[in-house]
């Protein structure tokens, strides 16, 4: 039992720091109802002056207003809604917990294990006692399992947007006209498995350097880096040949980084698809770089006798 906490102290840490992140979500939930309080007051201050003046006593443009507000704007626009409220909530994330930040915590978790484990040549005692499949499958599960980690922080998010807003009503939102529409925890359930499917992504990249690479810190800039220019590549493909060429917008929203928000255009199922597309890819890729038992074990045994620390 010893032994397991110590094998997994890293990643049991890993999960209190994503629970503080998650935690955090009060903040940006406490100034959205701040916010929608000062809304409200302002909009029956308003009302109560207009109907106490009358038309007489106001200028042109104050009787605009007084119109404005008594005919087209009704008080429950400002009660807090739970689309709005995670909304206050991934804008506070990208500002303060960016989705870079979150990308290298991942990779400094996912690549700890694979890399010491073929660094110190630790394969080649295991292959004597273990079955290949066995040893693969400890190998990608110390990685995968770090893909739980954003959805255990955005579990937290969502709980606490749903408890503080008090309704799981949208109200008016980006949402209407979606398939999103009037059901905001659909919403949230895609966000939350979006959020795991791009992170196995992410793990799956770092298996993938880290066949090669044994050094931690090498490969996990080179996993870092790696994904940056992903990023960066299919970016310029949806701009430049997708959307310049064939002037189509399917894919001009696909991120692999936009790990809190949902795109909820008229292309939404594409972007679903177009991710579980490249989910199933890494996939295929891993599977296929792992197949090979001897040339891992000799990759292996080309690292010195040092362990690394």
């Avoid at 006593?57 to 104050?62: F, G, L, P, S």
């Avoid at 529409?181 to 791009?198: H, R």
């Avoid at 399917?250 to 579980?276: A, G, H, P, Q, R």
């Avoid at 490249?278 to 362990?307: G, M, P, Q, T």
Wanted: proline share 1%; net charge neutral; charged share 20%.
């Amino acid at each position: 039992m010893k032994k397991i906490i110590v094998r997994n102290k890293l990643y049991v840490f890993m999960i209190g720091l994503f629970i503080v992140f998650g935690l955090l979500s009060i903040i940006p939930l406490k100034d959205y109802a701040a916010n929608q309080k000062s809304l409200l007051n302002y909009y029956n201050d308003t009302i109560n002056e207009c109907k106490e003046k009358v038309d007489a006593d106001m200028t042109e443009q104050e009787q605009e207003i007084c119109r404005f507000y008594l005919e087209k704007i009704d008080s429950t626009e400002y009660n807090m809604t739970a689309y709005y409220g995670y909304d206050f909530t991934s804008n506070f994330y990208s500002n303060y917990i960016s989705e870079l930040l979150i990308l290298l915590v991942i990779i400094l978790g996912s690549t700890y294990f694979i890399t010491k484990y073929l660094r110190n040549r630790m394969i080649i005692n295991d292959i004597n006692r273990k079955s290949y499949k066995k040893i693969l499958k400890k190998l990608f599960l110390s990685s995968w399992k770090y893909a739980l980690l954003l959805p255990i922080m955005l579990l937290i998010a969502f709980i606490f947007t749903y408890i503080i807003t008090g309704n799981g009503t949208n109200g008016y939102s980006y949402l209407e006209n979606t398939i999103f529409e009037n059901n905001v925890l659909f919403y949230f359930l895609v966000i939350f498995v979006q959020a795991f499917v791009l992170t196995l992504i992410h793990t799956n990249v770092v298996l993938i350097v880290s066949r090669k690479e044994h050094n931690y810190i090498l490969s996990v800039i080179k996993s870092y880096v790696c994904i940056i220019g992903i990023l960066m590549l299919v970016e310029t493909i949806n701009t430049n040949v997708i959307y310049g060429i064939f002037h189509s917008e399917k894919f001009i929203n696909f991120n692999i980084l936009n790990i809190y928000d949902l795109c909820f255009s008229d292309e939404v199922i594409s972007y679903i698809v177009c991710t579980l597309t490249a989910l199933f890819i890494s996939f295929i890729v891993v599977f296929l770089i792992y197949r090979n038992k001897e040339k891992l074990i000799i990759d292996s045994e080309k690292n010195d006798n040092k362990n690394e620390e």
